[in-house]
């Protein structure tokens, strides 16, 4: 009896989580119906909240799979309840990623679900494993874009078309950034299982940095310019127009002088 508790437990949706899905879904009514006395406020509520639940269905969706892959441990670590709390290194799984978001505009999702690997038989299962994760930004980025290319965006307010385009470019670019094959990403651990020894040997120093070389490496201007006329060539494949993601992020920061081209498009 106390074992099937625990299970149950161990599977059930945290508070905490549940508590941010409730903040996004308040602030996004706020941004909807223009409740709040300071729309950029709450445009940064719903997308922090938004961000910060899509990165804790990233996670879940590495340590669901792991499950089904042979890991039994992962239950117990509290990994299924989607509890940003319970990952292994908060500092990578929370802070930092929501820190890029503020400075650059950039979704990058750190991977810090623990995997007990050697339960893990099998390639494939490896790398489906990694690839879990960014699967789940694309799949949230198809929801968010959803209104853009279904044409459905009559009756939807302009400050919630910014927002939503500006959470679709940060889930674009967290599937993109960590689907690059680099130590630290989930890239590299879609491809890790079949390397060699030799290479995985060289290249592990560089694993517990990845994920600073690359944000490093998109605030070189060229870099960074490159990077996201990828982003926007994507989005505006989806129906997303580039300058509604920038107003989103210019709202976003509402610290900060929002453009006035961003008051008058429609």
């Not at 499950?67 to 990994?79: C, E, N, Q, R, W």
């Not at 674009?172 to 030799?198: H, K, Q, R």
């Not at 070189?220 to 006329?229: E, I």
Request: glycine letters at 10%; a positive charge; proline letters at 6%.
């Amino acid at each position: 009896m106390t074992t099937a508790l625990s299970r149950a437990g161990d599977r059930r949706i945290s508070p905490v989580f549940a508590g941010i899905v409730a903040i996004a879904a308040v602030t996004g009514w706020a941004t909807w119906t223009g409740f709040a006395a300071q729309p950029g406020l709450a445009v940064f509520l719903f997308v922090t909240a938004a961000w910060i639940v899509s990165l804790c269905l990233h996670e879940y969706a590495h340590a669901r799979t792991a499950l089904h892959s042979g890991d039994i441990s992962i239950g117990a670590k509290g990994y299924l309840t989607l509890n940003p709390l319970k990952y292994t290194h908060a500092l990578l799984s929370v802070v930092l990623p929501v820190l890029f978001v503020i400075m650059g505009g950039i979704g990058l999702p750190g991977g810090a679900v623990f995997i007990e690997r050697g339960r893990i038989r099998g390639r494939w299962r490896h790398s489906l494993i990694s690839a879990a994760g960014p699967l789940t930004n694309v799949l949230f980025a198809a929801v968010c874009t959803a209104p853009f290319w279904l044409h459905a965006l009559d009756g939807v307010p302009r400050d919630f078309r910014y927002a939503l385009a500006f959470l679709a470019l940060l889930q674009v670019t967290a599937a993109i950034l960590n689907f690059l094959p680099v130590p630290g990403l989930d890239g590299y651990g879609v491809i890790e299982p079949w390397l060699s020894n030799g290479i995985k040997r060289q290249v592990e120093p560089i694993a517990p940095f990845g994920l600073l070389i690359v944000f490093a490496l998109l605030w070189v201007p060229s870099v960074n310019r490159a990077f996201f006329d990828v982003i926007y060539t994507l989005l505006s494949a989806l129906g997303v127009d580039g300058a509604f993601s920038d107003c989103g992020y210019y709202l976003y920061r509402f610290w900060t002088e929002t453009p006035q081209v961003c008051s008058v498009i429609p």
